[in-house]
């Protein structure tokens, strides 16, 4: 079955103690890309992957990270999570190597809870 | 910079009224590409259409329909013969390439 997998699926944690959310599809996707979303923000882009070895940031990446080695997999990348990060987090990829030339297919989503 | 607002919050109906949920956009790009999702309370993002900055033709597909027009900056998303199960929360989204950026999105909720 094609499908976007994260996981975890839930995550309640400690402030700064780094954690992974890892991201991976299998329908050969160039473009990958992450965001989260809170209530009465809709949702905004983390980071973004157009091909392996090339990411952008997205417009809310502070405290985020991600690499990109290889096409199906997109981790992100907590160092120090802090409270303000509590949110649900939701991966998604794309065919083609432009975010609007096709539709994006999601994630089931994370929510990542930070004390 | 680009931008989307949804500026209806959450919108109520009961089932069988018609619905527009409005969008608009701000953008320096000549070429863009504009989206709609649905996100209905399982949580999932459902794909419903995409639309390029070429294309103003306003499409439908079953009852739901949609209005593109560049000289207003909108694309007004609109549900006929509502029903129950289009309880969802609704994103327009738009990208100029690399990049997306949703809108905060809109709250429709159906009552039987």
């Known amino acids: 079955e094609a499908q976007v997998t994260q996981n975890p699926r839930y995550l309640i944690t400690v402030t700064g103690k780094k954690l992974t959310v890892t991201c991976s599809q299998n329908?050969?996707?160039?473009?990958m890309s992450w965001y989260r979303q809170d209530p009465g923000l809709g949702l905004r882009q983390i980071y973004y992957?157009?091909?392996?070895?090339?990411?952008d940031k997205g417009d809310v990446p502070e405290g985020y990270k991600v690499s990109r080695k290889e096409k199906r997999n997109f981790p992100l990348i907590l160092e120090s999570p802090s409270p303000n990060q509590t949110s649900l987090y939701f991966c998604?990829?794309?065919?083609?190597?432009?975010?609007?030339?096709?539709?994006?297919?999601f994630g089931p989503g994370t929510r990542l809870t930070v004390t | 910079a680009q931008k989307v607002t949804q500026a209806q919050t959450e919108i109520s109906v009961v089932e069988k009224e018609d619905v527009t949920l409005d969008c608009v956009y701000e953008?320096?790009?000549?070429?863009?590409?504009l989206f709609w999702y649905k996100q209905p309370p399982s949580g999932e993002l459902v794909f419903l259409i995409r639309?390029?900055?070429?294309?103003?033709q306003n499409e439908i597909s079953g009852r739901y329909s949609w209005n593109f027009q560049k000289s207003t900056s909108s694309f007004n998303f609109t549900i006929t013969a509502s029903q129950v199960v289009d309880s969802a929360v609704y994103f327009c989204?738009?990208?100029?390439?690399?990049?997306?950026?949703f809108g905060a999105g809109t709250r429709l909720t159906v009552k039987p």
């Open positions: 953008t320096r790009d000549t070429t863009y590409y």
């Open positions: 989204a738009l990208s100029g390439g690399n990049d997306m950026r």
């Open positions: 639309r390029n900055s070429f294309d103003e």
């Open positions: 998604a990829s794309s065919p083609v190597r432009l975010a609007g030339y096709d539709e994006q297919y």
């Open positions: 329908m050969n996707h160039e473009y």
């Open positions: 992957s157009m091909n392996v070895e090339v990411t």
